[in-house]
């Protein structure tokens, strides 16, 4: 169960948002709450987070957030820094390597920081 009522995590997730890419597949999140400013990169980003799907764990050094035009790895978190998501803003959750198969997937993302937080929806890919 999310942790973010289903009314925000439908503005926050499409039900178009998962797509299939030539090297993989993306999550676009758009931007609803409040704007997001990174000020700095934390050592552990590994450990921080955690994606799932079909309640497979995805490998970290598979993804990467991308926001204008900047991506940020687990290897280089710094092109985030300095970098505010506003409202309506749309954040580009990137995995390389398998394509989702066509269907409904689960998928789980789980924030692990000061306070963890856990977001858990269906999607369909096409």
Do not use: Q
Not at 32 to 43: F, K, Q, R, W
């Amino acid at each position: 169960m999310s942790a973010i009522p289903k009314y925000i995590l439908k503005r926050m997730i499409p039900d178009d948002a998962v797509k299939n890419t030539s090297n993989g597949w993306s999550i676009f999140i758009t931007n609803v709450i409040s704007p997001l400013s990174v000020t700095e990169a934390p050592e552990n980003v590994e450990d921080l987070f955690k994606i799932t799907v079909d309640d497979k764990t995805m490998k970290n050094e598979h993804l990467s957030l991308v926001y204008d035009g900047k991506e940020a790895t687990v290897k280089d978190p710094t092109a985030a820094v300095g970098v505010t998501v506003p409202i309506g803003g749309v954040i580009e959750l990137r995995c390389k390597g398998e394509k989702l198969s066509p269907g409904k997937h689960t998928f789980k993302i789980e924030i692990l920081a000061r306070n963890d937080l856990v977001v858990e929806f269906d999607r369909v890919v096409a």
